[in-house]
């Protein structure tokens, strides 16, 4: 038998940076992260737009996923641990 390997990578560039509206984003794109996939999402720590981080935050933990922060705290890459 051969285990199935998912590739897929999904970009989250939030048009709308309030909580509500990523939060609503993120949880319908939670498939591709359960096949394996990768979320990356733009504008994870902007000091005008505090409800994409929330979001982001509230949903790596209530799904147990793995976020990891990179290019100064801008994006937040979001997979399985």
């Given at each position: 038998?051969?285990s ?50 929330k ?27």
């Amino acid at each position: 038998t051969s285990s199935e390997h998912c590739d897929t990578f999904f970009r989250l560039c939030p048009t709308f940076r309030d909580y509500k509206t990523v939060k609503n984003d993120l949880n319908c794109c939670s498939e591709v992260i359960n096949n394996n996939g990768t979320i990356l999402c733009d504008d994870y720590n902007l000091t005008y737009a505090p409800g994409v981080k929330k979001a982001i935050d509230e949903f790596c933990l209530n799904n147990n996923f793995k976020c990891t922060i990179l290019e100064f705290d801008r994006f937040a890459k979001i997979k399985k641990e």
